[in-house]
């Protein structure tokens, strides 16, 4: 007989369904949220073990790993999706969660998520953190601006150094404004430290790993790009077409269509919002600034022409990123070629 299992994860406890191949339950629980519990409780309640899923979340990747490093092979499911089965069921518990999923898992209508491993989650994190900081910072300056207008100090335009200097210049006599402000820029100056900081390790990492020395050299592709789409795609050859890429970052148009009606949308924005953004922006640098010698600058120019500005960057992202995974995949570097536009 063969066992299928449902786990519903949560900080604490681990709600566990044990179905069977009639989709019966077979048995169910709960457990602490740990590997060594959850393992040794599938073991003992499913010894016929088929497959074991359970939905993406904080704690998915961790014990993703964990768990197959004791020989439980999990299935990951995108929250969305099994959200749609469970919604099935009258009402919403722990237990019932796990029963919808074992039964999902038993059905098999689902894809699995692609984790990724761990050291892509390591740069990917200390890639987010960079990201964090820099929004700081653009708040921080934010901050201050519109505390100066509150007390008649207009400051010029700017940023980094001058827009420190033009504050320190505007400040006012008042001996509590003056310590305010130097506070502000105090804390502003310890952010951008730990940004610098950021660019240093990601600037190591990006000379290290073999795929993004590679993919920086297509142009406008930095090491922030490179990173943040190696680290979107860890794995290239689970793309069996290059032009799939595109959807799996967002960067491909919503369709809806039903009987008569046929609408095209925006881009979806699915997938990563950093590797797109960046995306986005090496598409812009391709653009406006990269050398007109450049094919894939004119194909972009054209399209700029008859489409506008917006739409040539997107579609111009988008083709960059399949670009990019044809590079990885063949191992080759970019060549400014018509062929390769």
């Known amino acids: 007989m063969k066992h299928f299992v449902g786990l519903d994860v949560s900080m604490k406890e681990t709600a566990v369904c044990v179905v069977d191949e009639a989709g019966q339950r077979v048995w169910e629980g709960s457990v602490p949220s740990s590997a060594d519990a959850i393992a040794g409780i599938i073991r003992e309640k499913a010894p016929d073990l088929e497959r074991v899923g359970m939905e993406t979340g904080p704690q998915a990747v961790w014990l993703w790993h ?3 490093d004791q020989s439980v092979f999990v299935d990951c499911i995108h929250a969305r999706r099994a959200a749609a089965a469970l919604k099935l069921q009258a009402n919403k518990t722990d237990r019932n969660d796990a029963l919808g999923l074992a039964r999902l898992v038993h059905s098999g209508w689902y894809e699995p998520v692609a984790i990724k491993s761990f050291d892509r989650y390591r740069m990917r994190a200390v890639l987010t953190a960079r990201e964090r ?8 300056i934010n901050q201050i601006r519109g505390l100066a207008k509150t007390f008649g ?3 010029s335009a700017g ?3 001058v827009f420190e200097q033009s504050v320190r210049r505007a400040l006012p006599v008042d001996v509590v404004l003056r310590d305010l402000f130097e506070s502000l820029l105090s804390v502003l100056s310890s952010l951008k430290n730990q940004r610098r900081a950021f660019d240093r390790q990601l600037a190591r990492f990006a000379r290290e790993d073999a795929a993004c020395r590679l993919l920086t050299s297509a142009p406008g592709v930095g090491s922030l790009t490179a990173i943040a789409f190696v680290t979107a795609v860890d794995d290239p050859a689970r793309f069996r077409s290059v032009s799939d890429v595109g959807a799996y970052l967002g960067l491909t148009p919503k369709r809806y269509q039903s009987g008569e009606v046929d609408i095209g949308g925006r881009i979806s924005k699915t997938g990563n919002r950093l590797t797109r953004k960046l995306l986005f922006e090496a598409a812009t640098v391709l653009l406006f600034r990269a050398s007109p010698s450049i094919a894939l600058k004119q194909w972009g ?9 917006w739409k040539a960057r997107v579609a111009l992202a988008r083709k960059l990123a399949v670009i990019l995974l044809t590079m990885w995949k063949t191992n080759t570097v970019f060549e400014n070629r018509s062929s390769a536009a």
């Open 66 to 68: 964990a768990l197959r």
């Open 159 to 161: 940023k980094g150094q």
């Open 301 to 309: 120019l054209r399209l700029n022409a008859r489409s506008g500005s």
């Open 133 to 140: 900081i820099v929004r700081m910072c653009t708040t921080m």
């Open 153 to 155: 100090l207009v400051l």
